[in-house]
């Protein structure tokens, strides 16, 4: 259940930091920049996304093999262009977060006419505190179109 007491700077200051780190994700996914990428994760990081894109991603080293191979064709811009808003971050810890984020996946190498739009999405991320950084930890898609696996969001903390 989410929380109704009021927020503190301090936890305001926390929740910027995190919004942060999902955007960086998006643009450095964006640019494939893949070191970059990875340095947002912890260095016992999953990626969760199922048997389509090679079953969990566990680890620096395949996290980044996985972006690799998965993440379009090489180059700047050159395949997708990620969204993310409506974000919903709850402090778990004072070194813990989980966060909702709905992504929009928007195709950059069609044809100008052609709708952009490739999925609607939602990421579901824990996040820890690293050395005074914030770091994905555990991140999942339930994808919501035009296909549905929605499992909703993680019950841990």
Known sequence: MVSTKPVTIEELLEIEAIKRVRI??????????????????????????GPNYGGDWVGKERIRKGYQEFG????????????????????????TAKARWYLLDLSVSGPADK????????????????????????TYIDFVWPN?????PRDAT
Do not use: Q
């Open 148 to 152: 549905r696996d929605y499992r909703g």
């Open 72 to 95: 379009g064709e090489n180059g700047p811009f050159s395949g997708a262009m990620h969204a993310n808003t409506n974000e919903w971050i709850e402090l778990t810890g004072p070194d």
């Open 24 to 49: 960086l994700y998006s643009h450095y996914f964006d640019m494939f920049d893949i070191d970059n990428l990875i340095d947002l994760f912890t260095d016992d990081a999953v990626c969760e996304f």
């Open 115 to 138: 709708n952009p739009l490739m999925l609607m999405g939602i990421y579901d991320d824990v996040y820890r505190k690293v050395d005074g950084a914030w770091k994905i930890e555990r």
